[in-house]
């Protein structure tokens, strides 16, 4: 009996023992330490600190000024600004003005051309057509005869020039310039003989002085025996062919500017109405100080522009919180240059904080998005806080040197990403925590 007392006591503490030993599924823990969504903060413009006006710890809000710069350049160069738009308005309002000027004075420039139109486009109907025209004197309208006219101008002009090409070409010929000579001692001698008439028509008048009279007389004797002499040559020279070359070039070309010349006339008598050069005259008038104006507005535009710039330059002066947070570093003090794109701030999220910590491969899957863990921190010994798990990483990766042994830096890890709520702001970033996962 007392054997089989001391048998089933052996039993009980073996399976006592078997009961008290650890678990091979013990509960999973890590360790990391808490961050913080943090924001550096950098002025967009170089210049030195006038004002700061938040500390190290201080909380603050989105928009809360944090620091300003010097704006005196600045407001120089908006003033400057200011009378340069200034300046271009009144451009503008001048251009304005010329323009206005522009358009009174075509409009009566086109009102007195079709006044003066007026008979013309009566006469028009009652006019007389050619008996070689078959069709109607109005047969045409206005634009089309303007059109031929232009047209029949172009073409003289054409004609004309080609008829003095001919007759420089044909002067400069051997037989031609022999006629020419012949053709400029006639000229010659017939303007001596008239100075020789005028001269003795003159001495006939005076009551005395015969030898006066006797020696012009002689001279109007011998001036027109050399315009007899000369005619005489001319008209022996215009037998030759190089005369009848010259004539016939000269005559060409005579008709060919008279054809120029009343092509012209006809174009002139249909400018009339809108057609006038006045009018188009004034036309062009009005397009250059549209022109003008248009220049003078894109002038205010550009000087409007800059202005706006220099506008907002100066609102970047003030720099100011992009979130709600709390000045975790502040590396600025009022007197200093800042310069742009350098951060002078950190702002850190206090509400809102983050762990990551790291398990192996053989815990891995115990995790999942979503899953409550608890945590203690070295700074509160006594007190559990609660997180969030919010993201798995899908690699693996080396463990990192500061988080585990030597031994165990060969193996690979997974991320976790932890979020803490953190409303009251007692958790700091940088405290190391120990998690405990559910």
Not at 47 to 58: A, K
Not at 83 to 110: E, H, I, N, P, S
Not at 143 to 171: G, Y
Request: net charge negative; hydrophobic share 45%.
């Amino acid at each position: 009996m007392k054997n089989l007392k001391l048998f089933l006591l052996a039993i009980v503490l073996l399976f006592a023992a078997v009961g008290c030993a650890p678990s091979q599924s013990s509960a999973l823990q890590a360790s990391g330490q808490i961050e913080a969504t943090e924001i550096a903060v950098a002025p967009e413009l170089s210049g030195r600190v006038t004002d700061v006006y938040v500390s190290e710890g201080d909380a603050v809000k989105t928009g809360d000024p944090l620091l300003k710069l010097d704006g005196s350049l600045l407001l120089s160069e908006k003033r400057s600004a200011e009378a340069a738009l200034d300046a271009a308005k009144a451009g503008g309002r001048a251009a304005q003005v010329a323009l206005d000027a522009a358009q009174l004075q075509f409009d009566l420039t086109l009102d007195a051309a079709l006044a003066a139109e007026s008979p013309t486009r009566v006469s028009i109907w009652d006019a007389s057509k050619p008996t070689e025209f078959d069709q109607p004197v109005w047969y045409f309208s206005s634009a089309e005869r303007l059109q031929a006219a232009r047209s029949a101008v172009d073409a003289a002009k054409t004609a004309l020039d080609a008829a003095m090409t001919k007759l420089a070409d044909t002067e400069k010929k051997a037989g031609s310039a022999q006629f020419l000579q012949v053709e400029a001692a006639l000229a010659q001698a017939r303007q001596a003989f008239q100075i020789a008439r005028d001269v003795l028509d003159r001495t006939n008048g005076t009551s005395d002085g015969q030898s006066l009279r006797d020696a012009a007389q002689a001279n109007y004797d011998e001036k027109k025996t050399d315009l007899d002499n000369a005619q005489k040559d001319y008209d022996d020279a215009l037998t030759t062919d190089g005369a009848n070359d010259v004539l016939q070039a000269r005559a060409e070309a005579a008709i060919a500017q008279e054809t120029y010349d009343r092509a012209l006339d006809q174009l002139r008598a249909l400018q009339t109405g809108e057609n006038s050069p006045l009018v188009q005259t004034a036309a062009k008038a009005v397009e250059q100080a549209q022109a003008q104006l248009d220049l003078a507005q894109a002038s205010v535009t550009a000087a409007q522009a800059n202005l706006d710039a220099l506008n907002t330059q100066m609102e970047k002066l003030t720099v100011y919180a992009p979130m709600d947070g709390v000045i975790l570093t502040r590396g600025i003090h009022v007197g200093e240059v800042a310069q742009a794109g350098a951060a002078v701030m950190t702002i850190g999220d206090l509400s809102k904080l983050t762990i990551t910590v790291y398990l192996s491969e053989d815990r891995y899957g115990e995790v999942n998005v979503g899953d409550e863990v608890s945590f203690t921190a070295d700074s509160f010994p006594n007190e559990t806080f609660a997180a969030t798990v919010t993201r798995i990483a899908d690699q693996a990766e080396f463990t990192p040197r500061n988080v585990q042994t030597k031994e165990e830096r060969q193996t690979t890890v997974y991320a976790i990403e932890l979020t803490v709520n953190n409303p009251d702001g007692k958790l700091k970033p940088g405290m190391p925590v120990d998690v405990t996962f559910k």
